[in-house]
């Protein structure tokens, strides 16, 4: 009695076969190249060929498990699965031979029906077609739940499958294939997706093959498109091809990132037969592992996002060092998409990378990315801890509550709204307010967006300059305009007239409110603050050596002043009191944070600076009605745990306040 293809790969597996491999094991077990979905793996570094042995073993162990006494079906299914993935496996010297004899080995269930029917003999023809078909769609099912596919291919199936057996048995087959290729990725995707699976079945057996482009679009986009205007191009586009690896190469990028992608796709393929469009390229360029984890390539997709943007506001994006990019396989009607970049821009992101490694080292290594190509620090957020920094800043919630307390009338605007915290807490604690949430970067608007629907808000979120509200708002239209750690951002992150660091952006930010500002509404301010005692110093006892070092690496690259300190022992400085503030409310936010925080200045007026600023700034209009400052509680409970803080003489002292919270009314005087 033969073995079957289960028996063959488990004994090889338990070192038991003994012979000669078959043909498609021994394809599975040679492959000297790794060809893998990034979806399915936690750990692009930690992959091997053995993935490609791993993934076709539980396949026929859960066909094994499922099997029954569907002998003949059984025996058909098993040599689909023990095929269908030997198209990723092979020598170089024999993926070169498949690619000479016109195989394209990146579309490989179709790759896999040919080498098939090259090795393989069957005295029925039209079994062997049978087979060929089923290889040759073997995933699409899978694919078209994510957008990815048609089903146009299925119908050949369907003819072959119905000279053989009837509805009942077909459909039976076909689940069952489709169980081992999903569970064999994921349990959890199978429980989640079997019901669809059946429903899809059943339409390609009584041939209702019928998938609209925007159906299509909304699953390829994992629900970011519901409706409205989609380009004709890329509408044809995806009517007429196939998609692979999209959903793993385009999961990070915004809605808006996406048709961008698409456009540029449909574009420089509108003269050319498409079959397939391939992003397996690009799903590589944008993987790579951090910690041992799989992570989106942050610093290609930021330098990306950027040449999109470009792209869509003059169709003449910056190419010196970024580019798209398309190769075109005309016997296989395939379109290869993904980005070029040149020696040094491809070298930078992958120093990036690799500094990522080495404490604090990354920090430079981003700025040099962030100059190199021309990065906005008002589109871009920080990279690796985002979601760990708009963590940290929704759990001061407690803290910023004060604000509430100031409101007043009914349309509130939040300045940069980070992750959403000042809008929940607005519209959990108050009633019939209008919120809208302003920003200028779109991924924090994505994002804002994300949120609102998942979570059922009613705030709303615009994008907007803060140095240009009347763009946004008409004049005197606005009851509260927010600013919640946000004038520090626009301090040291924009170049107002030609500089960073200058105060007048401050003032250029509280005009632009106090423009759409009602008379009697208030701007709320609640930021860093410097000490009024400048002349002092402080002491600081270092309990750990790293933090020695990076206060040492903090003074070089801080970008707002001169930072200077005096080094009194092996863990000991002494610098002013202002500068330590910077740097030690910096270090609670980590060495991940570094590269970012090390561009920004927390604090850039003292109280009584603060005060004479506005009132220069605003003029009579403007009546201060509160101007507080105060320590933030969570400071104290990081900090304690890596320095110790002295007076000059060595006496244990609190820390200087951080915080200000400032009120400006808009007097109603002058508007009799």
């Excluded at 804002?448 to 240009?468: C, S």
Aim: aromatic share 12%.
């Amino acid at each position: 009695m033969h073995q079957t293809h289960f028996e063959i790969i488990h004994a090889y597996k338990n070192n038991e076969h003994t012979g000669v491999l078959p043909d498609w094991l021994d394809m599975i077990v040679s492959a000297e190249e790794i060809t893998q979905n990034y979806e399915s793996v936690e750990a692009v570094n930690h992959m091997s060929s053995s993935h490609l042995f791993d993934y076709v073993y539980r396949t026929l162990a859960i066909l094994e498990e499922i099997k029954g006494e569907r002998d003949e079906i059984y025996y058909m299914l098993s040599t689909v699965l023990a095929y269908s993935e030997i198209s990723k496996g092979g020598s170089y010297s024999q993926r070169k031979r498949w690619s000479d004899q016109g195989y394209q080995l990146q579309i490989h269930n179709e790759a896999s029906a040919h080498i098939f029917n090259d090795l393989v003999f069957y005295e029925n023809p039209e079994r062997k077609d049978l087979t060929f078909q089923l290889i040759f769609t073997h995933g699409l099912i899978g694919q078209y739940i994510r957008g990815e596919s048609r089903l146009q291919s299925s119908i050949k199936l369907i003819v072959s499958l119905k000279k053989f057996y009837h509805d009942k048995q077909i459909r039976e087959m076909l689940m069952m294939l489709n169980e081992c290729i999903i569970r064999a990725v994921s349990e959890k995707i199978w429980s989640e997706v079997k019901d669809e699976a059946a429903e899809i079945i059943d339409h390609i057996i009584d041939g209702e093959i019928k998938q609209t482009s925007r159906e299509r679009l909304f699953r390829l986009t994992e629900g970011k498109y519901i409706e409205g205007e989609m380009n004709p191009s890329i509408e044809a586009l995806i009517e007429h091809a196939d998609i692979w690896y999209a959903a793993a190469a385009l999961h990070d990028f915004s809605l808006l990132d996406i048709f961008t992608i698409m456009e540029l796709a449909a574009d420089h393929t509108a003269s050319l037969q498409i079959r397939h469009i391939h992003f397996g390229e690009f799903m590589v360029q944008m993987h790579y592992d951090y910690k041992g984890i799989k992570h989106t390539n942050i610093y290609r997709k930021r330098v990306i996002e950027k040449y999109l943007l470009e792209y869509r506001q003059s169709m003449k994006p910056d190419e010196t060092h970024v580019s798209f990019k398309m190769d075109y396989d005309k016997e296989a009607q395939c379109a290869f998409i993904s980005f070029a970049f040149s020696d040094v821009g491809e070298a930078l992101i992958r120093f990036c990378v690799e500094a990522e490694k080495v404490d604090l080292m990354h920090s430079r290594a981003t700025i040099m990315l962030f100059d190199f190509f021309g990065l906005r620090r008002d589109a871009y957020d920080r990279f690796h801890n985002e979601q760990e920094y708009l963590e940290g800043m929704n759990k001061a919630a407690d803290d910023k509550r004060i604000i509430l307390d100031y409101l007043k009338g009914n349309k509130i605007v939040d300045i940069g709204p980070g992750g959403g915290i000042m809008l929940d807490m607005i519209e959990r604690e108050t009633t019939n307010k209008d919120i809208i949430g302003i920003d200028i970067a779109e991924n924090v608007i994505e994002n804002l967006l994300k949120k609102k629907d998942e979570e059922q808000h009613t705030w709303h979120v615009m994008k907007g300059d803060a140095l240009q509200l009347a763009d946004t708002f008409s004049a005197e239209s606005v009851d509260t305009i927010i600013f919640s750690s946000i004038l520090h951002e626009l301090f040291s992150y924009i170049p107002f007239k030609g500089r960073r660091f200058n105060h007048e952006v401050i003032g250029e930010a509280l005009q632009s409110a106090f423009s759409v500002l009602k008379p009697g509404g208030r701007i709320i301010i609640r930021d860093g603050i410097m000490s009024e005692n400048k002349d002092e110093f402080r002491r600081i006892r270092f309990k750990d050596e790293k933090w020695m070092t990076y206060l040492e690496q903090y003074a070089k690259e801080f970008k707002g002043r001169k930072i200077t300190y005096e080094i009194i022992a092996e863990d000991e400085v002494k610098m002013l009191i202002n500068d330590s503030m910077e740097a030690l409310y910096t270090l609670t936010w980590g060495p991940e944070a570094f590269a970012h925080e090390v561009q920004e200045q927390f604090g850039y007026f003292t109280p009584a600076e603060y005060d004479e600023f506005i009132k220069k700034t605003l003029g009579e209009e403007a009546k201060i009605i509160c101007l507080k400052h105060y320590l933030q509680e969570g400071y104290p409970v990081h900090l304690g745990e890596k320095i110790l803080y002295m007076n000059e003489f060595g006496r244990e002292v609190a820390l200087p306040d951080s915080t200000c919270l400032i009120v400006i009314e808009k007097r109603e005087t002058n508007y009799n």
